[in-house]
């Protein structure tokens, strides 16, 4: 799973990969951090902050040495910098 939807972000096709990613919780699949990191970064690229980092946290949750807590500190620091109303979920 982890590489189809590496794949379907690295050809921006960010909303094929939520599709993919949400059809696969739904139906009994296994998210672990990399899935939820993989899936904060879809909707990062959308520009859904809130979704983002919800994401990001769950896979820091499961794995606090995941990529996503460095995703988390930046997204935190870009809300922070440019628009501190997007920051309160």
């Known amino acids: 799973m982890t590489e189809k939807v590496e794949a379907l972000l690295a050809a921006h096709k960010a909303d094929e990969a939520i599709a993919l990613l949400e059809e696969w919780q739904k139906g009994g699949g296994h998210m672990d951090d990399t899935l939820y990191y993989l899936l904060g970064n879809a909707w990062r690229k959308k520009g859904n902050w809130q979704k ?15 990529p996503a807590a460095g995703a988390l500190e930046i997204a935190n620091d870009i809300l922070a910098f440019y628009n501190k109303d997007l920051y309160n979920p």
Do not use: G, Q, R, T
Request: hydrophobic letters at 40%.
């Open 52 to 66: 983002a980092i919800n994401n990001y946290l769950e896979a820091v949750k499961l794995n606090p040495d995941s």
